[in-house]
């Protein structure tokens, strides 16, 4: 069989060789939605970087196509969605620009330290000022790297053959893979004040916006020197220009900003700045990476075979489809919920299905995936699914069980999630009693009912009176509306879990007042 394949974005001529060697290939770029809606139903596999928008439009009209590779790791311009419901093959090339990344930023540590961008452009104008660039040296330096992922675990690597001393946090890495590559494992607020020199490399989400800021800057050493080459928008950008101009920040070094191009931002004026147009992952070899690896997965997947980095959910059986849909959704919140209520770093997950569900077989596997993706996805910066859920936590050093039990709490179907940290255990149980009714039915030791959906307050406090009516007067002064009440307990008197469900988020002062109300053990705010 004769296979066509597509290239619609600029690709290294590498990878476009490889397909040749196997398919019919067609370069045309630029294309417009409707441009590719005309074309694409002559072709099986689909090549593109950020530049084709692979709408529902377009994969309606991909009547052959059985493969989309986008070179390079973002996926965002890809319904991953419409793809999977076609049965289509979406996949990327996630490693391929690690090392493009780490070493710039490692250029940019050195470039900093020696002010050699300041230092050329003095002597490009005629001018020999030796002095006015004094620098500083990396070796015995302490580098702190917040986000301790591939790019954070190959920097540490390079750092340390420099002689620097590295710490790191992460905290969803296992402590002992940093150990073996020689980080010593920090909090961040401990991290914040011993580093000469922060790097970040973390995805942007809620957690980690303005994670660099005012408060953080201030507890920092003297003379710091502040690095990001991950994502606009970690660092606060004015709390950063402030650092510098007051003299705490002795410089920065940044790739990327929270808005790009950074026309507007005050803080690439100041001399103290070295700057480049977020060029983190562009080196030949990157680009010559990506579409080699996107071309070989091509190639596997119209053979009949599979992709390495596949990035949408595998199809389920037809005939079990409709029984453990349900499970995988219920699963997937179960996983968000959790990632909200623990604290310390992953060591391992053992997912129980009780019940008729211990009857799935094979079908375990994609709830356990679910599950995964709702654990994981929040906190990477790489995208979680069914697929690269697994492998995802592997490459985090979590450990993955599953388990088949009869006994369900009295319950038709059970799953059960413990999730096990270095500072905690916390499990959660659900059940579906039909396919619309899916139920979390215990936190801990303690039995509950809750929907699994909008925003919630879980707290574990001491089951005396007044206590339930302190936490409505305090949402009642932030505006806050109760929706309904759990509480859960084995005896009166004793500690019980109480669920909240509410209209709407609750500010983190409101969470602040909470946790300082008497009797009160923990108060955790989850949106699910």
């Known amino acids: 069989m004769s296979y066509k394949v597509l290239v619609s974005d600029p690709l290294a001529d590498e990878g476009v060789d490889i397909l040749r060697g196997f398919c019919e290939v067609d370069t045309k ?3 417009s939605e409707d441009e590719l809606v005309k074309i694409i139903g002559e072709y099986d596999g689909l090549l593109v970087r950020s530049g084709t928008q692979v709408t529902k439009k377009v994969i309606a009209a991909a009547d052959k196509l059985k493969f989309i590779g986008r070179a390079g790791a973002g996926v965002d311009n890809i319904d991953l969605d419409a793809a999977t419901k076609r049965g289509i093959i979406v996949a990327n090339a996630p490693a391929g620009n690690t090392l493009a990344a780490c070493e710039h930023t490692l250029a940019m540590m050195a470039s900093l330290a020696r002010n050699i961008p ?6 490009k104008r005629g001018e020999w000022k030796r002095s006015k660039f004094m620098g500083v040296e990396l070796n015995e330096k302490v580098l702190g790297i917040v986000g301790f992922g591939r790019i954070g675990q190959e920097l540490a690597k390079r750092a340390l053959a420099l002689e620097m001393k590295v710490v790191a946090y992460d905290p969803y890495i296992n402590t002992e893979r940093a150990e073996e590559i020689g980080a010593e494992v920090m909090t961040l607020e401990e991290l914040i004040p011993v580093a000469d020199f922060i790097t970040v490399h973390t995805p942007l989400i809620k957690e980690t916006k303005h994670m660099i800021n005012k408060k953080s800057i201030a507890a920092m050493r003297d003379n710091v020197r502040i690095i990001n080459c991950a994502r606009g928008g970690i660092i606060d950008e004015e709390a950063l220009y402030d650092g510098i101009v007051s003299g705490k920040v002795a410089g920065a070094a940044l790739d990327v900003y929270e808005e790009e191009p950074p026309v507007n931002s005050k803080i690439v004026t100041l001399d103290q ?5 977020h060029l983190g992952a562009s080196t030949v070899e990157a680009q010559q990476n990506v579409a080699v690896s996107v071309a070989k997965q091509c190639i596997e997947v119209l053979k009949g075979g599979s992709a390495k980095f596949v990035v949408n959910a595998p199809m389920v059986a037809p005939d079990q489809q409709d029984r453990i849909e349900p499970y995988a959704v ?7 919920l959790l990632i909200q209520l623990i604290e310390g770093r992953i060591q391992s997950v053992d997912i129980e299905y009780g019940g008729k569900a211990s009857d799935f077989g094979r079908g ?19 995208p979680v699914n069914i697929v690269n859920a697994e492998f995802a936590a592997t490459e985090r050093g979590i450990k993955v069980s599953e388990t088949l039990a009869k006994e369900s709490l009295g319950f038709t179907n059970l799953i059960t999630i413990t999730v096990k940290t270095d500072k905690m ?8 009693s039909s396919p619309e009714k899916l139920r979390i039915v215990k936190i801990g030791d303690y039995m509950t009912d809750m929907t699994p959906g909008g925003d919630a307050i879980i707290s574990r406090h001491h089951d005396v009176p007044g206590v339930i009516g302190k936490f409505a007067t305090i949402l009642g002064k932030h505006n806050v509306n109760i929706a309904g009440m759990q509480v859960g307990r084995n005896k009166p008197g004793e500690e019980a879990v109480m669920v909240l469900n509410i209209d709407s988020p609750v500010p983190q002062d409101a969470m602040d007042e909470i946790l300082k109300i008497d009797g009160v053990f923990t108060a955790k705010y989850a949106h699910i």
Do not use: C, F, H, W
């Open 29 to 31: 770029t630029g294309l």
């Open 118 to 123: 300041q230092a050329t452009a003095s002597v």
């Open 273 to 277: 700045v070295i700057t480049t147009p």
């Open 330 to 336: 219920l699963a997937q919140k179960m996983g968000k």
């Open 364 to 382: 375990s596997k994609y709830v356990t995936r679910l599950a995964l993706k709702g654990l994981l996805d929040p906190i990477l910066q790489t």
């Open 425 to 432: 255990t916390e499990t959660v149980s659900g059940n579906v």
